[in-house]
């Protein structure tokens, strides 16, 4: 009784602090950079008036350092530094890589949920891991397995679906679309199982991916605790978030479990070559609660990333009609040098040749990391290559949100959206640093599967983009973000659909409508280059036989029939 009256007299005396200390008091304006520090507190309460807004809050604290590098501490032994700086990123994922494992602290508060999971492993488990997994990622085999499962989900799953919401006017949430894509995607390609999330009733599946998410969502928030005991004591009494959390997880579980048991009753795994099966042909550790972890990170990994760069990819298209175009410009290209026509499968080489998409993605991702932090642990004093010094058990985050918005690394343009930076002389899309675009990590933890989800994000684009309008709610506004394991859209992104033919069509009886019988061919040339290739190719091709396009008893309605007959 006596510690409780203790705990909640030192609760009272640290509210009354805060209140007095930081919301009742407007100190001068500092020139000293870095998060405000108070007596006692750290930067606790810095952190906990804008831990809603964590990322861009320490977004605007690291842009104010001379090295892009500040030091955070706060009660409870929560000592160390966030970095948005290219070198110490380099230091700490690569120069001194042993010196920064993953860390106690991380790894207990992903333990419940990741378990020894490639994500949450250091050490020689880590190592048995991405080695068994770089067998299977540098396969042509997986590679052609990959190319085949995105085909098939696309063409008999994501554009029916997209077309019957076009068809109904309804509106639907493109990034839960994504995430049943991504889901089965990477279902049929890690465990050879598919659960029909985007397409059938996926009932289960459905289930299992809002534990996932809340699970996720839970997981991320222990970070953000201000207090650990209050964490421990939730986890404790099993109360709360604590305990939606382990309902969430022992859904995740028996999904998994499912999968597992499945695969060893049938011995199925001697006939397939995907990543389950190689687990559990290594005798070294295939133990049904490893196997689980690592289903459960290769769902975060496959799931999460893709669909939430697709998701502010496609966000940012929706206000940006020129990089549309380019986009449009360049797949026509594609097509027409390989004869193909919109609706065809494109290959492995057709994809690489979408340089301009890529860079639309890798812009969009500059801005808007799946990962926007990461975190590891100091295991020895050490200085940052900028001079910060770290001493042993001291956190390092290294912020690819931040890093993303710094003049120093991106120039006076850091904020804006320009996918022509990644565009060289030579018309390709360029690669920088992983230092710097930390966005797949970095060093020896380098994603595994970066050339695979370029695979699956582009084809996805490419497919979506030439045969739909995809009209965002309220798009000048920025949404809200989800700081989970992944940075997800908070609430989702409702949008509207239309065929890109129809859109182009009524686009163009639009534009000759304005024109009112004008002679120029030239002006009316330029306006249909600035309709969708599909159509474009339509009135050039037929209209110019059918109708004289410079003649001034050209009929308005002759053009838009032309086209609707097509089509």
Not at 130 to 138: D, G, H, I, N, V
Request: aromatic share 12%.
């Amino acid at each position: 009784m006596d510690l409780i009256l203790s705990l909640l007299s030192l609760l009272v005396f640290l509210s009354i602090y805060v209140y007095l200390h930081f919301y009742t008091t407007r100190p001068k304006k500092s020139t000293h950079a870095g998060f405000k520090v108070y007596p006692i507190l750290g930067s606790l309460p810095g952190f906990l008036k804008n831990r809603h807004r964590f990322l861009d809050w320490t977004t605007e604290i690291l842009r104010n350092c001379p090295t892009n590098t500040a030091v955070f501490f706060r009660p409870g032994k929560i000592h160390g530094i966030i970095t948005a700086n290219p070198s110490n990123v380099e230091h700490m994922l690569k120069t001194n890589f042993e010196n920064y494992p993953k860390g106690e602290r991380f790894s207990f508060l992903l333990q419940d949920f990741l378990g020894g999971g490639i994500f949450n492993a250091d050490g020689e488990l880590w190592k048995l891991q991405r080695k068994t997994a770089s067998y299977a990622f540098s396969a042509k085999s997986l590679r052609n397995f990959v190319m085949d499962n995105v085909s098939f989900e696309i063409q008999t799953r994501l554009v029916p679906l997209l077309a019957r919401a076009s068809e109904t006017g309804c509106r639907l949430d493109l990034q839960d679309v994504l995430e049943r894509f991504a889901f089965d995607n990477i279902c049929k390609m890690a465990f050879n199982v598919d659960p029909a999330c985007l397409g059938g009733d996926g009932k289960s599946a459905a289930e299992f991916m809002k534990a996932f998410d809340d699970a996720a969502t839970l997981c991320s928030g222990r970070f953000l605790y201000a207090f650990q005991f209050i964490l421990l004591f939730k986890k404790f009494f099993n109360i709360g978030s604590e305990r939606k959390l382990k309902d969430s997880i022992a859904i995740v579980h028996n999904f998994a479990d499912d999968i597992i048991r499945s695969r060893m009753e049938n011995n199925s795994h001697e006939q397939h070559e995907d990543l389950l099966s190689r687990f559990i042909g290594n005798d070294n550790n295939n133990s049904p609660e490893f196997l689980r972890d690592i289903i459960i990170s290769m769902i975060l990994a496959g799931r999460d990333t893709t669909s939430s760069a697709l998701s502010w990819f496609f966000w940012i298209l929706s206000s940006r009609p020129n990089v549309q175009h380019n986009i449009l410009n360049e797949l026509e290209t594609i097509r027409a040098r390989n004869g193909k026509s919109i609706g065809d499968t494109y290959g492995f080489e057709e994809l690489r040749d979408m340089h301009y998409l890529q860079a639309a993605i890798m812009e969009a991702m500059r801005l808007y990391p799946p990962v926007p932090v990461d975190t590891k642990a100091c295991l020895n004093d050490d200085v940052m290559p900028d001079g910060t010094v770290l001493k042993k058990g001291w956190f390092v985050t290294y912020h690819a949100y931040a890093m993303g918005r710094m003049e120093m690394i991106w120039g006076k343009d850091c904020n804006e959206y320009v996918p022509e930076r990644w565009i060289g002389e030579d018309g390709t899309c360029q690669q920088e640093s992983a230092f710097k675009y930390p966005v797949f990590h970095a060093g020896p933890r380098m994603c595994l599967g970066k050339d695979l989800a370029f695979i699956q994000m582009k084809s996805i684009a490419a497919s979506v983009i030439e045969r739909f309008e995809v009209d965002v709610e309220d798009e000048g506004t920025c949404p809200a973000h989800l700081l989970s394991m992944t940075l997800r859209i908070k609430g989702g992104l409702p949008v509207k659909l239309s065929r890109v033919e129809m859109q182009g069509a009524r686009q163009i009886q639009t534009n000759y409508n304005n024109y009112n019988n004008n002679d120029d061919y030239m002006h009316l040339f330029l306006t249909l280059t600035a309709s969708p290739p599909l159509i474009r190719s339509v009135v050039d091709n037929k209209c110019a036989g059918d109708v004289s396009l410079s003649s001034t008893s050209t009929s308005n309605l002759s053009i838009t029939e032309a086209a609707m007959d097509f089509i």
